[in-house]
Protein backbone atom coordinates (compact mmCIF):
# COMPACT_ATOMS: atom_id res chain seq x y z
CA UNK A 1 0.00 0.00 0.00
CA UNK A 2 1.31 3.53 -0.76
CA UNK A 3 1.17 5.97 1.56
CA UNK A 4 -1.06 7.86 0.04
CA UNK A 5 -3.72 5.28 0.22
CA UNK A 6 -2.84 5.19 3.62
CA UNK A 7 -3.16 8.56 4.01
CA UNK A 8 -6.70 8.57 2.56
CA UNK A 9 -7.71 5.97 4.91
CA UNK A 10 -5.93 7.56 7.81
CA UNK A 11 -8.01 11.12 6.57
CA UNK A 12 -11.19 8.79 6.49
CA UNK A 13 -10.47 7.18 10.06
CA UNK A 14 -10.30 10.76 11.59
CA UNK A 15 -13.05 12.24 10.16
CA UNK A 16 -15.29 9.58 11.40
CA UNK A 17 -13.79 9.85 14.70
CA UNK A 18 -14.12 13.26 14.71
CA UNK A 19 -18.62 12.53 13.43
CA UNK A 20 -19.04 10.88 16.48
CA UNK A 21 -17.33 13.46 18.85
CA UNK A 22 -14.61 11.26 20.08
CA UNK A 23 -11.16 11.87 21.15
CA UNK A 24 -8.23 9.59 19.86
CA UNK A 25 -7.60 8.45 23.30
CA UNK A 26 -11.56 7.42 23.63
CA UNK A 27 -11.55 5.46 20.43
CA UNK A 28 -8.30 4.33 20.65
CA UNK A 29 -9.65 2.51 24.28
CA UNK A 30 -12.77 1.37 22.63
CA UNK A 31 -11.14 0.04 19.74
CA UNK A 32 -8.55 -1.93 22.08
CA UNK A 33 -5.46 -0.36 20.27
CA UNK A 34 -3.17 2.17 21.74
CA UNK A 35 -3.31 6.03 21.05
CA UNK A 36 -0.04 6.05 19.22
CA UNK A 37 -1.26 3.35 17.24
CA UNK A 38 -4.39 5.04 16.18
CA UNK A 39 -2.56 8.48 15.44
CA UNK A 40 -0.17 6.80 13.46
CA UNK A 41 -3.02 5.38 11.59
CA UNK A 42 -4.38 8.67 10.74
CA UNK A 43 -1.95 10.31 10.03
CA UNK A 44 -0.68 8.02 7.24
CA UNK A 45 2.47 7.06 8.99
CA UNK A 46 1.11 3.31 9.84
CA UNK A 47 -0.67 1.32 7.02
CA UNK A 48 -3.64 -0.61 8.22
CA UNK A 49 -4.91 -3.59 7.29
CA UNK A 50 -7.93 -4.69 5.91
CA UNK A 51 -9.19 -6.34 9.38
CA UNK A 52 -8.14 -3.16 10.91
CA UNK A 53 -9.70 -0.87 8.77
CA UNK A 54 -13.14 -3.32 9.50
CA UNK A 55 -12.65 -3.18 12.75
CA UNK A 56 -12.19 0.30 13.14
CA UNK A 57 -15.18 1.39 10.79
CA UNK A 58 -17.06 -1.23 13.11
CA UNK A 59 -16.67 0.06 15.95
CA UNK A 60 -17.39 3.79 14.94
CA UNK A 61 -20.50 2.29 13.03
CA UNK A 62 -19.51 3.46 9.63
CA UNK A 63 -22.38 2.84 7.25
CA UNK A 64 -21.75 -0.05 4.81
CA UNK A 65 -21.47 2.12 2.26
CA UNK A 66 -18.94 4.53 3.83
CA UNK A 67 -16.74 1.41 4.20
CA UNK A 68 -16.52 0.37 1.42
CA UNK A 69 -15.70 3.92 0.34
CA UNK A 70 -12.16 3.73 3.53
CA UNK A 71 -10.86 0.37 2.39
CA UNK A 72 -11.35 1.59 -1.39
CA UNK A 73 -9.62 4.73 -0.51
CA UNK A 74 -6.96 2.16 1.12
CA UNK A 75 -6.22 0.51 -1.49
CA UNK A 76 -8.70 -2.61 -0.83
CA UNK A 77 -11.97 -4.40 -2.56
CA UNK A 78 -14.59 -3.45 -1.45
CA UNK A 79 -16.77 -6.51 0.67
CA UNK A 80 -20.13 -5.64 0.77
CA UNK A 81 -22.42 -5.85 -2.06
CA UNK A 82 -25.10 -3.79 -2.98
CA UNK A 83 -28.15 -5.44 -4.65
CA UNK A 84 -31.61 -4.40 -5.93
CA UNK A 85 -34.24 -6.13 -3.42
CA UNK A 86 -35.20 -7.50 -7.25
CA UNK A 87 -32.05 -9.88 -7.07
CA UNK A 88 -33.13 -13.52 -6.68
CA UNK A 89 -30.10 -13.04 -3.17
CA UNK A 90 -32.92 -11.01 -1.86
CA UNK A 91 -35.65 -13.30 -1.72
CA UNK A 92 -35.49 -13.44 1.90
CA UNK A 93 -35.52 -9.92 2.45
CA UNK A 94 -37.86 -9.11 -0.05
CA UNK A 95 -40.51 -12.07 1.68
CA UNK A 96 -40.14 -10.27 4.94
CA UNK A 97 -40.44 -7.25 3.92
CA UNK A 98 -44.01 -8.18 2.11
CA UNK A 99 -45.01 -10.14 5.16
CA UNK A 100 -44.00 -7.47 7.93
CA UNK A 101 -46.06 -5.07 5.54
CA UNK A 102 -49.40 -7.36 5.15
CA UNK A 103 -49.37 -8.93 8.35
CA UNK A 104 -49.96 -5.40 9.24
CA UNK A 105 -52.73 -3.92 7.84
CA UNK A 106 -55.28 -2.81 8.46
CA UNK A 107 -52.93 0.03 9.78
CA UNK A 108 -50.28 1.52 7.31
CA UNK A 109 -46.76 0.32 6.97
CA UNK A 110 -44.39 1.28 4.47
CA UNK A 111 -40.58 0.32 3.39
CA UNK A 112 -38.09 3.33 2.50
CA UNK A 113 -34.61 3.69 1.29
CA UNK A 114 -31.88 5.98 2.90
CA UNK A 115 -32.92 9.31 1.36
CA UNK A 116 -36.83 8.03 2.28
CA UNK A 117 -38.17 7.19 -1.20
CA UNK A 118 -40.57 4.42 -1.14
CA UNK A 119 -39.52 1.13 -1.71
CA UNK A 120 -43.15 -0.59 -0.32
CA UNK A 121 -45.97 -0.06 1.30
CA UNK A 122 -49.15 -2.07 2.50
CA UNK A 123 -52.81 -1.26 1.33
CA UNK A 124 -53.60 0.26 4.77
CA UNK A 125 -51.48 3.54 3.47
CA UNK A 126 -54.05 4.62 1.04
CA UNK A 127 -56.41 6.63 3.18
CA UNK A 128 -53.59 8.73 4.20
CA UNK A 129 -52.91 9.95 1.01
CA UNK A 130 -56.63 10.55 0.05
CA UNK A 131 -55.87 14.64 0.38
CA UNK A 132 -53.27 14.67 -1.21
CA UNK A 133 -53.72 17.82 -3.78
CA UNK A 134 -50.15 17.78 -5.63
CA UNK A 135 -50.28 13.99 -7.38
CA UNK A 136 -46.65 14.52 -8.85
CA UNK A 137 -45.90 14.28 -4.97
CA UNK A 138 -46.80 10.47 -5.48
CA UNK A 139 -45.39 9.80 -8.91
CA UNK A 140 -42.49 7.82 -8.15
CA UNK A 141 -39.71 8.19 -6.55
CA UNK A 142 -41.44 8.59 -3.69
CA UNK A 143 -39.95 10.89 -1.06
CA UNK A 144 -42.16 10.52 2.04
CA UNK A 145 -40.75 13.57 4.05
CA UNK A 146 -41.49 15.81 0.77
CA UNK A 147 -44.77 14.04 0.56
CA UNK A 148 -45.29 14.34 4.12
CA UNK A 149 -44.45 18.39 4.69
CA UNK A 150 -45.44 19.80 1.29
CA UNK A 151 -48.01 22.66 1.45
CA UNK A 152 -49.49 20.82 -1.30
CA UNK A 153 -49.27 16.97 0.41
CA UNK A 154 -50.26 15.23 3.81
CA UNK A 155 -49.45 18.84 5.86
CA UNK A 156 -52.42 20.46 5.47
CA UNK A 157 -54.65 18.06 6.88
CA UNK A 158 -51.86 17.11 10.00
CA UNK A 159 -53.69 18.68 13.08
CA UNK A 160 -50.22 18.59 15.39
CA UNK A 161 -47.77 20.01 11.78
CA UNK A 162 -45.72 22.50 13.69
CA UNK A 163 -44.77 18.98 16.28
CA UNK A 164 -44.73 16.46 13.61
CA UNK A 165 -42.71 18.93 11.41
CA UNK A 166 -40.43 19.64 13.81
CA UNK A 167 -39.87 15.14 15.09
CA UNK A 168 -39.37 14.63 11.06
CA UNK A 169 -36.52 17.43 10.81
CA UNK A 170 -35.26 16.01 14.02
CA UNK A 171 -34.88 12.52 12.44
CA UNK A 172 -33.33 13.84 8.98
CA UNK A 173 -30.92 15.98 11.42
CA UNK A 174 -29.77 13.40 13.53
CA UNK A 175 -29.27 10.83 10.27
CA UNK A 176 -27.57 13.34 8.16
CA UNK A 177 -25.24 13.88 11.23
CA UNK A 178 -24.50 9.93 10.96
CA UNK A 179 -24.10 9.82 7.58
CA UNK A 180 -22.99 13.09 6.18
CA UNK A 181 -25.16 12.14 2.95
CA UNK A 182 -25.55 15.56 1.32
CA UNK A 183 -28.68 13.78 -0.86
CA UNK A 184 -30.07 14.25 2.62
CA UNK A 185 -28.50 17.86 3.68
CA UNK A 186 -30.02 19.32 0.27
CA UNK A 187 -33.71 17.47 1.56
CA UNK A 188 -33.44 18.90 5.13
CA UNK A 189 -32.58 22.24 3.38
CA UNK A 190 -35.48 21.91 0.47
CA UNK A 191 -38.18 20.76 4.05
CA UNK A 192 -36.51 23.21 5.91
CA UNK A 193 -38.56 26.53 3.49
CA UNK A 194 -41.73 24.70 3.40
CA UNK A 195 -44.57 27.01 4.86
CA UNK A 196 -46.51 25.85 8.13
CA UNK A 197 -50.00 25.71 6.59
CA UNK A 198 -52.77 23.15 8.44
CA UNK A 199 -55.73 25.23 7.16
CA UNK A 200 -57.80 22.07 6.22
CA UNK A 201 -56.50 20.73 9.72
CA UNK A 202 -57.71 23.62 11.58
CA UNK A 203 -61.24 22.65 11.03
CA UNK A 204 -61.22 19.55 13.26
CA UNK A 205 -61.24 21.09 16.82
CA UNK A 206 -60.53 18.21 18.02
CA UNK A 207 -58.23 17.69 20.96
CA UNK A 208 -54.86 16.41 20.10
CA UNK A 209 -54.27 12.85 21.41
CA UNK A 210 -51.69 12.85 25.33
CA UNK A 211 -49.26 10.98 25.00
CA UNK A 212 -47.80 12.56 28.13
CA UNK A 213 -44.89 13.62 26.43
CA UNK A 214 -43.36 10.44 26.07
CA UNK A 215 -43.38 10.04 22.05
CA UNK A 216 -44.77 12.55 18.75
CA UNK A 217 -47.87 11.43 17.55
CA UNK A 218 -49.57 11.83 13.93
CA UNK A 219 -52.71 13.34 13.77
CA UNK A 220 -54.43 13.19 10.70
CA UNK A 221 -57.75 14.84 9.54
CA UNK A 222 -59.44 12.81 6.27
CA UNK A 223 -62.58 12.22 4.71
CA UNK A 224 -63.36 9.13 6.86
CA UNK A 225 -62.50 11.02 10.31
CA UNK A 226 -59.71 12.58 12.70
CA UNK A 227 -56.85 9.63 12.53
CA UNK A 228 -54.33 9.71 15.51
CA UNK A 229 -50.95 7.09 15.19
CA UNK A 230 -47.86 6.01 17.17
CA UNK A 231 -45.14 4.85 14.79
CA UNK A 232 -42.12 2.36 15.42
CA UNK A 233 -39.36 1.88 12.83
CA UNK A 234 -37.91 -1.82 12.06
CA UNK A 235 -34.33 -2.22 10.44
CA UNK A 236 -33.21 -5.41 9.36
CA UNK A 237 -30.58 -6.59 12.47
CA UNK A 238 -26.47 -7.20 11.22
CA UNK A 239 -27.04 -6.86 7.30
CA UNK A 240 -24.27 -7.78 5.11
CA UNK A 241 -25.92 -6.05 1.93
CA UNK A 242 -25.95 -2.37 1.53
CA UNK A 243 -29.62 -1.86 0.07
CA UNK A 244 -30.54 -3.90 3.12
CA UNK A 245 -28.47 -1.91 6.07
CA UNK A 246 -30.02 1.22 4.35
CA UNK A 247 -33.44 0.05 4.30
CA UNK A 248 -36.31 0.67 7.32
CA UNK A 249 -39.62 -0.42 7.46
CA UNK A 250 -41.88 2.31 9.29
CA UNK A 251 -45.44 0.61 10.69
CA UNK A 252 -48.16 3.46 11.72
CA UNK A 253 -50.14 1.67 14.95
CA UNK A 254 -53.39 3.27 16.33
CA UNK A 255 -53.20 5.73 19.15
CA UNK A 256 -56.68 5.05 20.25
CA UNK A 257 -59.99 2.90 19.71
CA UNK A 258 -61.21 5.35 17.48
CA UNK A 259 -58.72 5.41 14.70
CA UNK A 260 -58.54 1.51 15.14
CA UNK A 261 -61.98 1.06 14.16
CA UNK A 262 -62.01 3.51 11.35
CA UNK A 263 -59.52 1.61 9.75
CA UNK A 264 -60.75 -1.43 10.60
CA UNK A 265 -64.44 -0.04 8.65
CA UNK A 266 -62.30 1.10 6.10
CA UNK A 267 -60.70 -2.09 5.21
CA UNK A 268 -63.94 -4.06 5.42
CA UNK A 269 -66.20 -1.88 3.60
CA UNK A 270 -63.59 0.16 1.19
CA UNK A 271 -60.52 -1.51 0.19
CA UNK A 272 -58.70 1.47 0.25
CA UNK A 273 -59.15 3.54 -3.08
CA UNK A 274 -56.43 5.10 -3.38
CA UNK A 275 -53.60 3.40 -5.63
CA UNK A 276 -49.98 3.28 -4.45
CA UNK A 277 -47.40 3.56 -6.83
CA UNK A 278 -44.65 1.32 -7.10
CA UNK A 279 -41.37 2.43 -6.27
CA UNK A 280 -38.94 2.43 -9.55
CA UNK A 281 -36.83 -0.08 -11.30
CA UNK A 282 -33.54 -0.34 -9.71
Known amino acids: MSGRTALAAGEYLRTWRQRRRMSQLEFALEAEISQRHLSFLESGRSVPSRDMLLHLAERL ?46 YPALAVDRHWNLVAANAALAPMLAGVADRALLEPPVNVLRLSLHPEGMAPRIANLVEWRAHLLDRLRRQIAVTSDPVLTDLLRELSTYPVNNTLAAIDAAPPTDHGGVLVPLELVTDAGRLSFISTTTVFGTPRDITLSELALEAFFPANTETAEILRRLSATDPFPVEIPPPPAR
Do not use: F, T, W
Open 61 to 106: EVPLRERNAMLLAAGYAPVYAERSLEDPAMAAARQAIELVLKGHEP
